[in-house]
């Protein structure tokens, strides 16, 4: 009777083991460290576990104190347990898994690009952003280009912005 219960731990254990590793699998190892080091400053009581002091805590620390019980329970259903650091990756792994790949968000910005420069003019993004399709407003366009390297002439270097969209912000070096 005990070895069988002893079985069935060990499974579980394996299983809970599976289904962690495959979230690691989805990240390169520096956005796991990136991940880690945000997850540790949201665990403001360093318990392990995120809850709604942590996050409390962290908008105030973020000079906004004005947050809504209703709206931190909100943000602690999205995850189907208690936020500990694998649960942290898997929320940022659905949220990530809309993006769609570097080389197809670089494929669309060559296609305004004919010349191949790596560059388009800001305005003229701008336009399109605006006009065609999902129109953006104003402000989530500039929200954009606000992660964007954008030269003296006032083009956008798409290729580096591929790279955050994808990614995340560009490494200092």
Do not use: C, W
């Amino acid at each position: 009777q005990a070895s069988r219960k002893t079985k069935k731990k060990e499974g579980g254990a394996l299983r809970a083991q599976r289904a962690s590793s495959n979230v690691f699998s989805n990240f390169e190892q520096t956005q796991i460290q990136e991940f880690k080091e945000a997850f540790t400053l949201m665990d403001q009581n360093r318990d392990g576990f995120i809850d709604k002091e942590d996050l409390k805590d962290t908008y105030a620390s973020l000079g906004k104190t004005n947050v809504k019980d209703d709206e931190l329970d909100a943000m602690l259903k999205e995850a189907s347990g208690p936020i500990n650091f694998t649960m942290f990756l898997n929320l940022f792994g659905e949220k990530l898994s809309g993006t769609d790949a570097e080389e197809t968000i670089l494929n669309a910005f060559k296609m305004l690009d004919p010349d191949g420069k790596g560059k388009i003019n800001k305005e003229y993004i701008k336009r399109l952003l605006m006009s065609q399709a999902d129109k953006m407003t104003a402000e989530e366009v500039d929200q954009m280009f606000q992660f964007a390297s954008i030269d003296a002439a006032g083009n956008l270097d798409y290729k580096a912005l591929s790279y955050v969209i994808t990614h995340g912000e560009e490494k200092e070096e």
